[in-house]
């Protein structure tokens, strides 16, 4: 059973939870005015919060996603990493920026709240490369949650925004 996963240490899932981590402790330290989390779906924080879990045991403990290899598998590996590149370049516009709901959750390069979606499809391909039923699933489960989160704020965000004049 192949997509079941071989236990055993990832250090490519480290270089990606670092990746992730790391901007998400400093954006604590910097969040933009007026974010609040306090209206945020139970549903979709509980989809997160599994999500999460799932997905970091899953990248930690099983070796599959680590390079093994160039076949026509590494194009997830390299979409994946891709992903993880635009998802930094989102947190140094952030950290350039004003520090604004506005920076925080406008689209980049067509990816629509990349806060939440570049990392989900980037754990998503990884579990791809990987042949990695567990994080797949995982990645799926976050998505809904996450990704559902920063929908929720962006819409809020535009529904509260100056409207254009015609």
């Given at each position: 059973m192949p997509w079941l996963g071989h236990f055993g240490f990832s250090w490519i899932?480290?270089?990606y939870l670092?990746?992730?981590?790391?901007?998400?402790?400093?954006?604590?330290?910097?969040?933009p005015a007026g974010y609040d989390a306090r209206d945020e779906s139970?549903?979709?924080?509980?989809f997160?919060?599994?999500?999460?879990?799932?997905?970091?045991?899953?990248i930690l403990i099983f070796a599959n996603t680590n390079p093994h290899g160039f076949s026509h598998w590494s194009v997830w590996l390299v979409l994946s990493i891709l992903l993880m590149?635009?998802?930094e370049g989102f947190w140094i516009r952030y950290f350039r920026g004003g520090h604004t709901l506005e920076d925080f959750y406008r689209p980049l390069f067509g990816f629509p709240v990349p806060g939440a979606s570049l990392p989900v499809l980037a754990f998503f391909f990884l579990g791809i490369y990987g042949k990695l039923a567990w994080?797949?699933?995982?990645s799926v489960i976050l998505g809904v949650g996450h990704i559902g989160?920063?929908?929720q704020h962006a819409k809020q965000l535009d529904q509260f925004s100056p409207q254009p004049r015609k």
């Open positions: 899932g480290t270089l670092l990746a992730l981590w790391i901007p998400n402790i400093i954006w604590a330290r910097h969040k139970p549903v979709l924080i509980t997160e919060r599994i999500g999460q879990v799932f997905s970091t045991a899953a590149l635009i998802y994080l797949i699933g995982a989160i920063h929908l």
